[in-house]
């Protein structure tokens, strides 16, 4: 199976496994699974090493990606097509957070994340994985 993730769960699984739940785990552990991650996501991970939110090197992102094999999505035409007919909560806003959510709909590929507001978009098509820390 083919599982996206989200920045949360790139920085749990790359940094800190524990604070992935024993579902999640098993499924990022499971070599029959091929797991992605959005450009959107890496940005934002490099983003948290830069501002030191992450003890990081940022330049060492693309590396470690690559070898925690996981693979790098482009966002595409079809991708930013997903994320203008997304509705748009009023508690929910971030650019970021939709796009990666419009990309995995798109993709039909399941979300893992710990953002629990992700899960009001199964009603309008995605798939999603909850990390429940």
């Known amino acids: 199976m083919r599982l996206m993730l989200d920045t949360n769960v790139l920085v749990f699984h790359l940094h800190d496994p ?3 739940s ?3 785990k098993s499924q990022l552990l499971d070599y029959t699974n091929v797991l992605f991650t959005s450009t959107v996501c890496v940005q934002e991970l490099i983003h948290l090493c830069c501002i030191g939110k992450l003890a990081r090197d940022g330049r060492k992102v693309l590396n470690e990606l690559s070898e925690a094999g996981i693979n790098i999505e482009q966002v ?5 097509a997903a994320y203008a007919a997304l509705p748009l909560y009023d ?11 419009a990309q995995a709909m798109a993709n039909r590929v ?7 507001k992700f899960s009001r978009y199964a009603r309008h098509g995605l798939s999603f994985v909850f990390n429940e820390r």
Request: proline share 7%; net charge negative; charged share 40%.
């Open 76 to 80: 595409t035409e079809r991708h930013l």
């Open 18 to 20: 524990d604070a992935l």
């Open 110 to 116: 399941p979300l893992v994340s710990s953002d629990r």
């Open 22 to 24: 024993a579902d999640v």
């Open 91 to 101: 508690d929910h806003r971030d650019p970021a957070d939709r796009l990666i959510i």
